[in-house]
T-cell receptor, first 110, second 114 residues
Framework: EDQVTQSPEALRLQEGESSSLNCSYT??????LFWYRQDPGKGPEFLFT???AGEEKEKERLKATLTKKESFLHITAPKPEDSATYLC???????????FGKGTKLTVNP | NAGVMQNPRHLVRRRGQEARLRCSPM?????VYWYRQLPEEGLKFMVY????????ESGMPKERFSAEFPKEGPSILRIQQVVRGDSAAYFC????????????FGNGTRLTVT
């Protein structure tokens, strides 16, 4: 069964305290690993797509990496405005479905 | 450059009524997807449509739920005879092309069944 598991469920950081979020996946024929950010009451906002093991992508304080079994979202020197729920999703091969994890709720305190 | 537009943002229905959720994709996008988010659960795929065609409805409940994306106008997700378990946030997403393209989501419709 296709599955995406994110850890931790919740993470509290002090401003400037770097950390990483984990996404482990078992998705048949993975055709892409997607990261989204979701703010309360809003829809998910696209951040990154990773297609192959070893690939890395960066955007401001965020960097996403991919291995054959998991992906990491590294947050460097976070700010309070980085507080959100971060969602990971695997694109299922041969279909248009994305299989989402439950997300990691990140809180960055000033 | 409007994003994916969903309406209404909030919808309250009594058990047994019908709920209609509308979604206008981003300009230039011809692929529409519906996802459901239950409290404390991840987003779950429901259906994938292109203009006038349902491509994949494997995530749709077998009864009471239907979706369409007509040649003109928004995509509609219709839930007949709603029950309390249908209470959730329903998100629509669109993409310009198929497999591998990132999805762009709307802000959702929050359905409450009383």
């Amino acid at each position: 069964e296709d599955q995406v598991t994110q850890s931790p469920e919740a993470l509290r950081l002090q401003e400037g305290e770097s950390s990483s979020l984990n996404c482990s996946y078992t998705v048949s024929g993975l055709r892409g690993l997607f990261w989204y950010r979701q703010d309360p009451g809003k829809g998910p906002e696209f951040l990154f797509t990773l297609y192959s093991a070893g690939e890395e992508k960066e955007k401001e304080r965020l960097k996403a990496t991919l291995t054959k079994k998991e992906s990491f979202l590294h947050i460097t020197a976070p700010k309070p405005e980085d507080s959100a729920t971060y969602l990971c999703a695997g694109g299922k091969g041969g279909s248009e479905k994305l299989v989402f994890g439950k997300g990691t709720k990140l809180t960055v305190n000033p | 450059n409007a994003g994916v537009m969903q309406n209404p943002r909030h919808l309250v229905r009594r058990r047994g009524q019908e709920a209609r959720l509308r979604c206008s994709p981003m300009k230039g996008h011809s692929h529409v997807y519906w996802y459901r988010q239950l409290p404390e659960e991840g987003l779950k795929f429901m259906v994938y449509l292109q203009k006038e065609n349902i491509i994949d409805e494997s995530g749709m409940p077998k009864e009471r739920f239907s979706a369409e994306f007509p040649k003109e106008g928004p995509s509609i997700l219709r839930i007949q005879q709603v029950v309390r378990g249908d209470s959730a946030a329903y998100f629509c997403a669109s993409s310009p092309a198929g497999e591998g393209s990132p999805l762009h989501f709307g802000n959702g419709t929050r359905l409450t069944v009383t």
